[in-house]
T-cell receptor, first 115, second 113 residues
Framework: DAGVIQSPRHEVTEMGQEVTLRCKPISGHNSLFWYRQTMMRGLELLIYFNNNVPIDDSGMPEDRFSAKMPNASFSTLKIQPSEPRDSAVYFC?????????????FGPGTRLTVT | GENVEQHPSTLSVQEGDSAVIKCTYSDSASNYFPWYKQELGKGPQLIIDIRSNVGEKKDQRIAVTLNKTAKHFSLHITETQPEDSAVYFCAASTGGGTYKYIFGTGTRLKVLA
């Protein structure tokens, strides 16, 4: 079975540019999570969706960040405008109601560098 | 707020020895405790989990124990192998009917051949 798919795997952009990260959850999973990982702050939950609806976005750092899930097989995390402090690895994870909503399976991540 | 503390931050063991990583959580409503292994350049991989109605769970060389009274849970790896070298994260679910985790800060395990 295909796991969580994220694209791009690496992104280098200049400060002020718009960045869009993409995620395809595991087929049949109905919850999707976006995380950010840095050395300083570890793994932080940014937002999560259940059945395509945002449930908790309390971790989204500021208005420059937005996330959407237009359908069950696709989600985006957008940063506009990007800043150097947004440099991090961004992970998407998904979980299934059948295996228990707590069991989250992570994608390979997108390493974002903002110069 | 909710917090998960994880110790040690780094751990070196000789191949074949055991490794133990400990976590403490603060939210008494937490009822699910997963452990993840993260290898360099990869996403975290779920390796074992335990729910609050169970005190211990084992899967081959990996075991997890939970003490709800003390709010402690631990990962035990026996007969360590070089491929066990990675960063390990514990996590605890949050209460309030959500499916969120709070992650620990990670333990870098090195298994020396």
């Amino acid at each position: 079975d295909a796991g969580v798919i994220q694209s791009p795997r690496h992104e280098v952009t200049e400060m002020g540019q718009e960045v869009t990260l993409r995620c395809k959850p595991i087929s049949g999973h109905n919850s999707l999570f976006w995380y950010r990982q840095t050395m300083m702050r570890g793994l932080e939950l940014l937002i999560y969706f259940n059945n395509n609806v945002p449930i908790d976005d309390s971790g989204m750092p500021e208005d420059r960040f937005s996330a959407k899930m237009p359908n069950a097989s696709f989600s985006t995390l957008k940063i506009q405008p990007s800043e150097p402090r947004d440099s991090a690895v961004y992970f998407c994870a998904s979980s299934s109601p059948d295996r228990g909503p707590y069991e989250q399976y992570f994608g390979p991540g997108t390493r974002l560098t903002v110069t | 707020g909710e917090n998960v503390e994880q110790h040690p931050s780094t751990l070196s063991v000789q191949e074949g020895d055991s490794a133990v990583i400990k976590c403490t959580y603060s939210d008494s409503a937490s009822n699910y405790f997963p452990w993840y292994k993260q290898e360099l350049g990869k996403g975290p991989q779920l390796i074992i989990d335990i729910r609050s109605n169970v005190g211990e769970k084992k899967d081959q060389r990996i075991a997890v124990t939970l003490n709800k009274t003390a709010k402690h849970f631990s990962l035990h790896i026996t007969e360590t192998q070089p491929e066990d070298s990675a960063v390990y994260f514990c996590a605890a679910s949050t209460g309030g009917g959500t499916y969120k985790y709070i992650f620990g800060t990670g333990t870098r395990l090195k298994v020396l051949a």
